[in-house]
């Protein structure tokens, strides 16, 4: 009989059929075809592994509630209706199983709808691999990481639990021995209360050491950059040291090289706590003989000059292999030293990472019994020629006034109300003080004032809870200031989020509290300017280009019409997602939320650009691990703007279509 050709066509579809089978058998990852009723059509023997099925037939036919548990495969028909409802495919999309033997697998992969030879919708396509090890490592990863942090809050709430407790009551004494020495006393007292006044401040500044380092170990330091004046540091460095060094019949002072330029930007506060602390050590480590401060000009050019700062003294000095040893923390050169000088062994450890936060280092040369120079280069921009130096205001002391302000004082204890009390008066303000954050609102409820200063440990109502409430239910724009002894676990950061404008820190210091005061209640046309600089702000964040069809048109490929489909499929659908989003954010449910998140993220990854895709991704991910909802709503709502946003840029990519 003669060949009709379809013998040899018949053959090769059968070899092809064949072949591919062999492929997707030999594919380590589960792929399935299911049709329009979750029914699988066809599978790789992987996914036949997956669902313990003894062959591939046993399986095709039957939908996923043969195989998994009720809830697994309720949530997984949800995301198959989905596709199919869409058009749009799920890519990447993380999925937990568990099995019928309670093993639990964690895998990530696709689903895109399947089209018939005809284009008719029949089904979808499933691709998963298995990220199980990866979820597992992860899962240990968070748990340590979670115990460290664990471990380091406990540790800095200890500091500033101890912190608090310390600098409250030498608040009390520092406060009343100023008090006092302003006073008309004879001279013998004058000595006493001098020596009482050295003693006190000694202790603050231990105090304040163990919280630097405690700031700069977490991360928590950040340096300024304002304009300072080079001459005025340096100045101020020598006054504060000079009384000390005559009393022990030493030589103190300084020099700065005339090439250099009295004004630059960067962080004057740290610069001159450097030049302190190097200064400082120096007179105690000296018995006889001289102390200098010194600075050279290394370099200059393009709006920067690169200065050397050098700190010498007759002292002690130190052997050469102990050099290296005493910038450690609590380390001093031997026990001997600390036994006959006293200190933390901290002051040196702090300068060295302040001054490499400033990108120097911090260095030392000495010979035993001869002295030591400790030296650093740091890069200044050169600055304005009206710097804002540490402790002044715009003004003299003496012309600074508060008459006729109303100041609200916040604070529970006794000796540290006097002391505020007494200072603000002086300055002119009529002030109230109240004991906790609840008399302080039932007050603003009916009373006005132009000021208020909180204190963030109180009981009944604590400073930041009240500050909260200040804000949000009573509506008022008061300035706030709070006033802490506690300076770590990032209490500052928490005072701003609850409204207020700065801090003051414990004990009081009339410089510090002078300019924070006229920092709020003054300069109301610089506010003005700031807000503009926020709407400057909004306007250019609402010209973000968040729309990024790339994805979605190399699915389509060369389909203008399928792209503009799926645009409005995306249009349509996924703005009711989003206001589940929206609605789960406003009844604070965490679980919701990452419902919502995990319904939108597959159509974000197609449309989106990488901002919008990492922050859906970060909302689903956090709320699964089950984020604390303030956290999680701040990204939430982020999102939901954005969202406006890529809906108008998506209309235009449609329209241009």
Known sequence: MESTGFEEIGLELKQELHLLRTIIDNIPDPIYVKDLEGRKILLNKAEAELLNASSIGEVI?????FFYPPDVAAETRLEDNQVIETRIP????????????????WFEGNKIPFYDEKGALSGIIGISHDITHRKKTLEALIAARQQAEQSTRAKELFLAQMSHEIRTPLNAIIGMVRMLRDSKVEDSQMRLLDNMKSSSENLLGIINDILDFSKIESGQIEMSHNDFNLHEIFRRVYDANAFRAEEKGLKIGFSVDERIGNFFRGDAVRLQQILNNLVSNAIKFTLRGSVEMVCELRAKGMGKESILFRVSDTGIGISPENQERIFESFKQEDESITRTFGGTGLGLS???????????????????????????TIEFETGSRQPDTPGNVKGSDKNFSMKGIRVLLVEDNKFNQFIAKAILEKWGATTIILENGQQAIDMLRTETVDLVLMDIQMPVMDGITAATIIRKELKLEVPILAITANVVLGIIERCRQAGMQGYISKPFDEDDLRNKIHAVVGDREEKMEIGKEKEEEIRVREEIALCDTSRLEKMVGNAPGMLKMMIDKFLEVTPDYV?????????????????????IKSAIDLVSNDTMRSLIKKI?????EGSKYEPLAELVRQFLGYFAMLTEQLEKRRAAI
Not at 61 to 65: A, I, N, R
Not at 90 to 105: L, N, P
Not at 366 to 373: I, L, N, Q, R, Y
């Open 61 to 65: 036919g039957k939908t996923d509630e």
């Open 90 to 105: 799920m890519i990447h999309r993380e999925g937990r199983v568990i099995t019928k033997s309670g093993e639990e697998m």
């Open 350 to 376: 702090i300068s060295r990472q302040l001054v490499g936060l400033m990108g120097g280092v911090l260095s030392v040369e000495s010979v035993k019994e001869k002295g030591s120079t400790f030296f650093f």
């Open 620 to 624: 689903n991910d956090d709320a699964r």
């Open 579 to 599: 206001k589940e989003l929206s609605a789960a954010l406003d009844q604070r449910d965490v679980e919701a939320i990452g419902r919502s998140a995990h319904k």
